[in-house]
């Protein structure tokens, strides 16, 4: 199996995936740079996120969740397309990107729980199409956290969606944004096991463990878990580089972010941007 473009290293990798798959050389270091944006709902724009023109930039939109109707009616934002068109034609080294899941909607968990592979994929690929045609989305990142549905059929699921939206060519790139727990683990693993060649990066969200964590590829704004920028991450980073090992940072997320200035947002382009 290729794995073209991953954003973490080989040594994360071999926690996350399954011991008896075959691990080919990771690629070299990248200019990479990928976040969240708009979980919080605290009206941050693309605009107000500083853009190195020197790094390949991801936004990736948060969340859309496959649920009809949510308890405690949370109020929808109404999304314009233009700001997507506008952002990339002012920046021609952006790409947008639509996440799916999310940890929860409303007072609840989001749960991944199909009624079957069949329908949930064709509803899937007509919504998704809708949307990513309409608002000029480049690709799609699986995010889903709960599951009322076994790993086969998540693997499955996902699979199709990916497969069909690629051969559309309604999408150039697809993510997997797992993390260290053993539900998501074991319906992630199916997932790659069987259809990791569709997959182009994968956002591991290291920030999800505790503060002994001590080598990510990603952080949080908020610093509330994993390796901070005040405390090392910045130091881990540029080991990967000098190792030709750093292939991207991710950030959760521009909500957070804003109220810092987006301060590690430019630090961790610069450090992307360097010559490799």
Known sequence: ???????????????????????????????????YI??????????DVPINSNVEFHFILSFAIDYDSTTGSPSPTN???????????????????????????????????????????????????NIIQEYHLDGIDINYEHFNADPD?????????????????VISFASIAPFDDDDV?????????????????????????DQGTTVLASFISDGSG????????????????SEDKLHGIFVWSTDDSK??????EKQSQALLAISH
């Open 1 to 35: 199996m290729e794995f073209s473009k991953l954003l973490i290293s080989l040594f994360i990798f071999q926690v996350f995936l399954p011991c008896h798959m075959s691990i080919q050389a990771a690629p070299a270091n990248s200019d990479l740079f990928r976040e």
């Open 38 to 47: 708009g979980a919080e709902f605290n009206n941050v724009k693309f605009s």
């Open 79 to 129: 999304g314009n397309p233009s700001q997507v068109s506008s952002i990339k034609s002012t920046h021609s080294n952006v790409k947008v990107a639509l996440s799916l899941g999310g940890d929860s909607v409303g007072d609840g968990y989001a749960y991944f729980n199909p009624s079957s592979v069949d329908s949930w994929v064709s509803n899937a690929v007509s919504s998704l199409t």
């Open 153 to 169: 059929t998540f693997s499955e699921c996902v699979g199709k969606l990916i497969k069909t939206l690629k051969n559309n060519g």
């Open 185 to 209: 683990q074991s319906h992630y693993k199916a997932l790659w096991k069987s259809n990791g060649d569709l997959i182009d990066y994968v956002n591991f969200q290291f920030y999800a463990y």
């Open 226 to 241: 994993g390796l901070t920028p005040k405390n090392g991450f910045f130091t881990a980073c540029s080991r990967l580089k």
């Open 259 to 264: 109220r810092n200035g987006f301060r590690y």
